[in-house]
């Protein structure tokens, strides 16, 4: 029997605009597995964005820094939109997609293991359905978003660590420090 508190019940209008409007982080995790499925090397994939493009916190984990500015590992784009989002809003790298792909527009709060709250995630304004049938399937989302929390969790460690030692570091030298 499930546990999950109540939530909203949506489906994906599929507007693709969750591909193209917000700027992507992503995770060395993330990235080693684009890296395998596309088969592109890392620097076609990601790029280093500055604080100016994107309001995330700062101690939110995700911020390297580099000699005189700090930035983030975000998908790249081409023409405002996602590298891998088709003329049809699809996904071509669908089966690697990075977690906050797949977890998106769900958001989720956790007391250890268990989750306590679902909420639509606020980062940007999802064009969704409600509905009663044939809607994301949230057991598969919350196993995702625990995944995305552990990664998360493990990438954010290591932008820690070459903060505190590395910070006169490339590109180059971040990227190898994280296993790309
Ligand atoms: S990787 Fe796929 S799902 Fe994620 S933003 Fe790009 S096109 Fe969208
Ligand atoms: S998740 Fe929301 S924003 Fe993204 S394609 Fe579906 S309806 Fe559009």
């Excluded at 000699?67 to 790298?93: G, H, N, W, Y």
């Excluded at 399937?137 to 625990?146: E, F, L, Q, R, S």
């Excluded at 954010?156 to 030298?173: A, E, F, I, M, P």
Aim: proline share 5%; net charge positive; charged share 30%.
């Amino acid at each position: 029997m499930s546990t999950l508190p109540k939530y909203p019940k949506v489906k994906c209008a599929r507007c693709g605009d969750c591909c193209s409007i917000p700027v992507v982080p992503v995770t060395h995790k993330d990235v080693a597995r684009l890296v395998k499925h596309t088969g592109l090397p890392v620097g076609k994939l990601v790029r280093f964005c500055p604080s100016s493009e994107m309001a995330y916190d700062e101690d939110s984990g995700l911020w390297i820094k580099f000699k005189s500015v700090r930035r983030a590992m975000v998908l790249r784009k081409r023409r405002e939109r996602c590298i891998f989002q088709t003329p049809d809003r699809a996904c071509s790298a669908y089966a690697a997609r990075p977690q906050t792909c797949r977890t998106f527009p769900y958001s989720m709060e956790f007391d250890g293991a268990k989750v306590t709250e679902i909420t639509l995630n606020e980062v940007m304004k999802c064009n969704a359905i409600k509905c009663s049938v044939g809607c994301i399937d949230i057991d598969t989302v919350v196993a995702n978003v625990k995944k995305e929390n552990r990664e998360d969790g493990e990438y954010h460690k290591l932008v820690k660590q070459w903060n505190l030692s590395r910070y006169t570091g490339t590109v180059k030298d971040f990227l190898k420090f994280v296993g790309l």
